[in-house]
């Protein structure tokens, strides 16, 4: 069983930057793929961004590529997710998830995903 605990969110304005962190005990992280979801009031779950276990590759949804930043620290079981030139259209809850990877992984796909964490509010005035 794989817990994970988001920090990092907050209140920014736009154009400014937040980092988030998502620390995960309770499993072998380093073989785990890593995604970011975000949930906005009144909206379905999207994705956000994800890595692959070793941090080989990396995915990113259409509206935040070129603005935030996805990487991992094995060593310290940790992913983060760097959003510069935030948007007031960012404002939303951040989950990060984790799964076992695979050649067939669905890194877009929220129920792909077997782990969740609490979530961390993030929010972007305009």
């Known amino acids: 069983q794989v817990q994970l605990v988001e920090s990092g969110g907050g209140l920014v304005q736009a154009g400014g930057s937040l980092r988030l962190s998502c620390a995960a005990s309770?499993?072998?992280?380093?073989?785990?793929?890593m995604g970011w979801f975000r949930q906005a009031p009144g909206k379905e779950r999207e994705f956000v961004a994800a890595i692959k276990y070793n941090g080989g590759r990396t995915y990113y949804a259409d509206s935040v590529k070129g603005r935030f930043t996805v990487s991992r620290d094995n060593a310290k079981n940790t992913v983060y997710l760097q959003m510069n030139s935030l948007k007031p259209e960012d404002t939303a809850v951040y989950y990060c998830a984790a799964s076992p990877d695979s050649y067939s992984g669905s890194y877009y796909h929220g129920p792909w995903y077997n782990f969740w964490g609490q979530g961390t509010q993030v929010t972007v005035s305009s």
């Open positions: 309770g499993g072998t992280f380093s073989s785990y793929a």
